[in-house]
Nanobody, 124 residues
């Protein structure tokens, strides 16, 4: 069974950086995608960044140039490097994975596996 556990969330000032980690336990099939989502109070969950089946990356416009998604295959950890954080980045951040063979961009939020989230709070 696949389990995901996020860590690294914190309270920071605007302009600072954080790196979120998502530890993967269990095995995913070879065709998988993984993503980082966030949900702010009163808002819908949105995908922030995704690591596609072909290992390409996708980002929403508001984080392009500031966030970087990457995966350490040896350690089975997915990362989200977040630079120049803004108050609007404040949210609960979730890691998700799916190995159905569907591309992340076609997945929406219908990933099979989810972590419990880690809170990021950015103050101005």
């Amino acid at each position: 069974q696949v389990q995901l556990r996020e860590s690294g969330g914190d309270s920071v000032q605007a302009g600072e950086s954080l790196t979120l980690s998502c530890a993967l336990a269990g095995d995913l099939d070879s065709s998988y995608c993984m993503g980082w989502f966030r949900q702010a109070p009163g808002k819908e969950r949105e995908v922030v960044a995704a690591l596609e089946i072909d290992h390409s990356t996708e980002y929403i416009d508001s984080v392009k140039g500031r966030f970087t998604i990457s995966k350490d295959n040896a350690k089975h950890i997915l990362y989200l490097q977040m630079n120049n954080l803004k108050p609007e980045d404040t949210a609960m951040y979730y890691c998700a994975a799916d190995d159905s063979g569907t591309w992340c961009t076609d997945m929406g939020s219908e990933y099979r596996y989810w972590g419990r989230g880690t809170q990021v709070t950015v103050s101005s």
